[in-house]
């Protein structure tokens, strides 16, 4: 079993409860509030401006809504690719077509997922996206992102390395979740922007 993402290491837990705790306080307007800034704001990355492909994923209940992201993204004629969990934690991947092309997908008891319903193109396809956007819970100033240890997206930088592509990494967080230090492994792969509603920062 790969150790990607897997671990226990007590800060990066404790750091994922404070986090997602503070997200279930949430309301529906606050998240769909922040949706609309984060919009905004990310359109106005270089990075994506230039794209031509971007790899993102569709928000489920309390994250940074993306849905007016990706509408945005696909009315400029980008290609957008969304993933699709596979049952060993592994990422397919499928185009965006609108709302209405997403599926409703449960994986056992975990939270269901929207994900794409047309033609799966292969965990493989993320290399061609010129921009990838993650989701995340925390990150620092050294681009140090936290995910939610499933390991998912650890998975997709490694195969983006091994892959030699080298996409603009993007990270969409509320603003408090950028934070001073996120607790790092030899495998962590930092990231180069986060956007959150009231702007983008730079990471080293």
Avoid: C
Wanted: aromatic share 2%; no cysteine.
């Amino acid at each position: 079993m790969s150790h990607i993402g897997r671990t226990a290491a007590p800060g990066k837990r404790a750091l994922r409860q404070e986090l997602l705790a503070a997200r279930d306080r949430l309301t529906a307007d606050d998240v769909r509030e922040a949706g609309e800034a984060l919009a905004r704001r990310a359109l106005e990355l270089p990075e994506l401006a230039e794209a031509r492909t971007v790899a993102a994923y569709v928000s489920v209940g309390t994250e940074p809504g993306t849905l007016a992201l990706l509408d945005a993204l696909r009315a400029r004629g980008v290609r957008v690719l969304l993933p699709a969990l596979l049952p060993d934690n592994d990422l397919d991947w499928g185009a965006y077509a609108g709302e209405g092309s997403l599926a409703r997908v449960r994986h056992g008891g975990r939270m269901a997922l929207f994900e794409p319903a047309g033609q799966r193109l292969g965990p493989d396809a993320v290399a061609a996206a010129d921009v990838v956007l993650l989701p995340g819970l925390a990150a620092d100033g050294r681009g140090m992102r936290l995910g939610r240890g499933g390991g998912s997206y650890d998975r997709v930088l490694a195969r983006l390395k091994r892959a030699k592509a080298r996409p603009a990494l993007v990270v969409l967080l509320y603003d408090r979740e950028v934070v001073g230090h996120v607790p790092a492994e030899p495998h962590d792969r930092p990231v180069q922007a986060v956007v959150t509603p009231s702007g983008v920062r730079r990471l080293a």
